[in-house]
């Protein structure tokens, strides 16, 4: 538990940001670490234990395998900036050297329809400068001897700067070294938003406990719950919370190398955890909308669904035990599970970081470097994020995103 004041200290700040996990701690951080920017920052959150957020149910992984170039881009900046987090935060000894443990994601295709879309894919990686590497199934079987590949078409995968990386830490550091530099957290809920009497700007942000704020600039940094604080201000946000599960478990007999984070066919994906435990993780079906305060686990689907698919692929998994499990939401897109950032169109002082679904924590480097240009000097400076602005949502043109988890 974070302590933090139930108040504000002051009546009105430059920047608020509604939301203080990963991604509005990122924001914060960056604005402090922004040589231009001197204003005030208050982050409002409604829960200082954090136990409910995505950040806190995430598989932390990192991959430059997708298939537009400004996703391969953000999670390059991602991997950068976890290597080198030390000096990104001024040489700080108390900052951990930190690493990315690069087994790479595995993707494998079951149809020529799923190859081509993975070389096409590689095109835009390598273009990109990411190391992805195209393996038959022959390939796979010389490199990773432990899968069955009969089905197999092709594989797909990159062992640099791909692969787990510790995002709590990354989290704990955006927020302590943020509240160090002057950016002020406090505990509440933001239940309403004042707009301007033209209606192009948002005032003030109203707590639960009745306190008003008033803001220069407003910052949706919410998660799963972006659409309520969105139509705070009267604005439509495709994103709803959507459940993902996780499992933890051992193996009698585990592998000889590190599993890669490999994507089945089927969806379900597995990886290495620690020396003889790996992560598994897969959808519902369907996949509604759900409330954010619903975490209950659907216990069968481990035996009905994920247990087999893990055992047929990996027949050395068909002695395994679940060590523990989770259901944690992603703030799903509905339009194109891409993120949404940037200034809304009409009422310009309000700000999303929004919509990552399944990528967000390695996005959160750069997505909070670029909220930070942005409300600094209205513009990006080092990543156009301007394609991820809310006006493709409005004209409901989506991005298209193949590599989707
Ligand atoms: C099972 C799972 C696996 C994942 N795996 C990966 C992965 O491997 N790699 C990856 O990059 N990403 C992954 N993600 C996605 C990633 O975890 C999220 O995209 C990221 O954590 C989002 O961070 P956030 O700060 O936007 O949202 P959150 O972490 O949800 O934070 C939002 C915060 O806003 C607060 N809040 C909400 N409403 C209000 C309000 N009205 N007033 C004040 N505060 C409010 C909440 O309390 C919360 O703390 C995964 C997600 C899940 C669920």
Known sequence: MVSMPDRASKPAYDVVIIGGAIMGSSAAWFLTDNADFDGSVLVIERDPTYQACSTAHTNSCMRQQFSTELNIRISQFAADFVKNLREYMGGDARVPEMGIQNYGYMYLADTEEFAGALREAQKVQLAAGAGTRLLTPEEITAEYPFYAVGDIVLGSINTVDEG?????????????????????YIHGEVVAM?????????????????????CGQVVNATGPRAARTAAMAGIDLPVEPRKRFTWIFKAEKPLDRDLPLTIDPSGVHVRQDGPDTYLAGCKPDP??????????????????????ILA??????????????????????????NAVIGPHPQIGNFHFLNGFSGHGLQQSPAMGRAMAEFLTHGEYRSLDLSPFHYGRVARGEPIIERAVI
């Open 312 to 337: 047929a692929r990996i027949p050395r998994f068909e002695a395994i035990r679940v060590v523990t499990e989770w259901a944690g939401h992603y703030a799903y897109n509905t339009l194109d599970q």
């Open 164 to 184: 787990y990386w510790d995002g709590g830490t990354v989290f704990d550091w955006f927020r302590r070294s943020a509240r160090e530099r002057g950016v002020e």
């Open 287 to 308: 996949d509604p909308a759900v409330d954010p305060t619903d975490f209950a686990m659907d216990h069968g689907i481990w035996e009905a669904l994920v247990w087999p």
């Open 194 to 214: 004042t707009r301007s009497a033209a209606g192009d700007r948002v005032t003030h942000v109203t707590l639960a406990n009745g306190e008003t704020v008033a």
